[in-house]
C-alpha cells in the first residue's frame, strides 16, 4: 500500500501547480477572521485571475442585472465562497492537461464534468442548501473524476486499456482502473487535491464519491447522484455509460426512479449551455 501512494504521488507530483495567487486566495478563505479586501488584493494582484473571474461573474450563468467590472464588485454580489470557487474553477481548469495520447477526448470528458458539476447544483438548491454553500457543490462535482485525466496523460497506454476494459466488458470505471493500476481516480484524484490544497469538503467528495460503505454525506451523495443523472442524459462522455443506482435520499426527496429525479430538475440543458464558460480556454 505505501509503495503504492509513493507512485501516486510521483505521478502527481508532475502534474503543474496552482499559482501562488490561488493558494493564497484559499489561505485567507478559509480564516474566517479575514478581511475580504486581503482576498480583494490578492486576485487584483494576478491578471490572468481577475479577467477570468470577472469573465465568469459576467456569464450568463451568474444572470446578474448589472455588469460586475472589479473584483471588489463581484465579492460584493456574489459572495466571498463564490469568488473563491470562482478562483478554484480557474486555477484547476488553467493547469489541467487538455490533450493525452490515451485518446481520451478532453472537451467530451470536462463537458460530462461541467455537466455533473451543474446537476450537483440543481439538486442542491433544491434541497434548499444556501446559495453560498451551492456552489461548492457545483465545484465538487466539477473536479470528481479529474484523477482520470493523470493517468490519462502520465500512464497512456495504461489508460487505454482501462477504457478498453470498460467497453468490453462492462466494468465500473474504477474497477478497471484497480485491475490496471492497483489504484482508482479516486485516490489519485484527492492526492492532486492535497497537492492542490484543496478545502478538505473537496478533497473527501474526491476520494469518497465511489465509495458505497462510506458514511453518510450530503454532498457526496448529491455528486453521485448528478454523475449518474449526466450519464443518463448522455452530456459529454467521463469514461463510462455504466449507470448506478441513486442514493435513497436522492430518490427520497425527489421520486422513485432515475427519470422521476430528472423530470423533477428542469432544463438540464439550458442550464449547462449557460455555464460552458467554465471550460471554454
Aim: a negative charge; aromatic letters at 8%; hydrophobic letters at 45%.
Amino acid at each position: 500500500m505505501a509503495t503504492m501512494r509513493k507512485d501516486l504521488l510521483e505521478i502527481v507530483e508532475k502534474m503543474p501547480a496552482f499559482p501562488q495567487s490561488v493558494h493564497r486566495v484559499i489561505e485567507l478563505t478559509s480564516d474566517i477572521n479575514s478581511d475580504p479586501k486581503a482576498l480583494v488584493e490578492v486576485i487584483e494582484h494576478d491578471p490572468i485571475l481577475i479577467m477570468k473571474i470577472l469573465k465568469m461573474v459576467n456569464s450568463p450563468y451568474f444572470g446578474l442585472a448589472e455588469k460586475i467590472t472589479s473584483v471588489n464588485h463581484a465579492v460584493v454580489y456574489i459572495g466571498i465562497n463564490t469568488v473563491k470557487n470562482l478562483a478554484l474553477s480557474a486555477a484547476t481548469l488553467g493547469v489541467l492537461p487538455r490533450k493525452n495520447n490515451a485518446g481520451f477526448d478532453m472537451d467530451a470528458f470536462l463537458l460530462h464534468s461541467l455537466s455533473t458539476a451543474i446537476i450537483a447544483r440543481i439538486i442542491a438548491r433544491k434541497l434548499k442548501i444556501p446559495e453560498r454553500e451551492a456552489f461548492d457543490f457545483f465545484l465538487s462535482g466539477l473536479l470528481h473524476d479529474f484523477g482520470k485525466i493523470v493517468f490519462a496523460h502520465f500512464m497512456p497506454n495504461d489508460f487505454k486499456r482501462v477504457l478498453q476494459m470498460v467497453k468490453e466488458e462492462g466494468l465500473p470505471f474504477y474497477e478497471a482502473e484497480q485491475k490496471i493500476f492497483a489504484a482508482d481516480h479516486t485516490q489519485i484524484g484527492s492526492l492532486l487535491g492535497e497537492k492542490w490544497n484543496l478545502p478538505v469538503h473537496l478533497i473527501s467528495c474526491i476520494r469518497n464519491h465511489h465509495c458505497l460503505d462510506r458514511e453518510e454525506s450530503r454532498i457526496v451523495d448529491v455528486v453521485w447522484a448528478a454523475d449518474q443523472i449526466s450519464k443518463e442524459l448522455k452530456i459529454g462522455f467521463g469514461g463510462e455509460t455504466r449507470i448506478e443506482k441513486l442514493p435513497d435520499v436522492i430518490l427520497k426527496s425527489f421520486g422513485a426512479d432515475l427519470q422521476a429525479v430528472i423530470n423533477s430538475l428542469g432544463d438540464i440543458n439550458a442550464e449547462t449551455e449557460k455555464a460552458l464558460i467554465f471550460i471554454q480556454k
